[in-house]
C-alpha cells in the first residue's frame, strides 16, 4: 500500500553471568547485536553468514 507506514520494535532482554562478565563486555555485545539486527532489516534479503556483522564470528 503506497503512502503506508509500518513501525516494528523487538525488545530483548540479556542476562548474564556476572561472575563470568562484566557491564563493560556485555555493553560492547550488545551494541553488535544491534548493530547486526539493524544490518538484517536493511538487507532482509542477504544471509545473515554474508553481513559484515558478522566478520568476525568464527563457528
Known amino acids: 500500500m503506497m503512502g503506508s507506514s509500518e ?4 525488545i530483548t ?3 548474564a553471568n556476572s561472575d563470568l562478565f562484566d557491564a563493560a563486555t ?3 555485545m550488545m551494541k553488535h547485536f544491534q548493530n547486526l539486527l539493524t ?6 534479503e542477504q544471509p545473515v553468514s554474508q553481513s559484515h556483522q558478522t566478520a568476525f564470528i568464527r563457528v
Open 7 to 10: 513501525s516494528h520494535v523487538i
Open 13 to 15: 532482554f540479556t542476562l
Open 26 to 28: 556485555i555493553a560492547p
Open 39 to 44: 544490518a538484517i532489516v536493511a538487507k532482509p
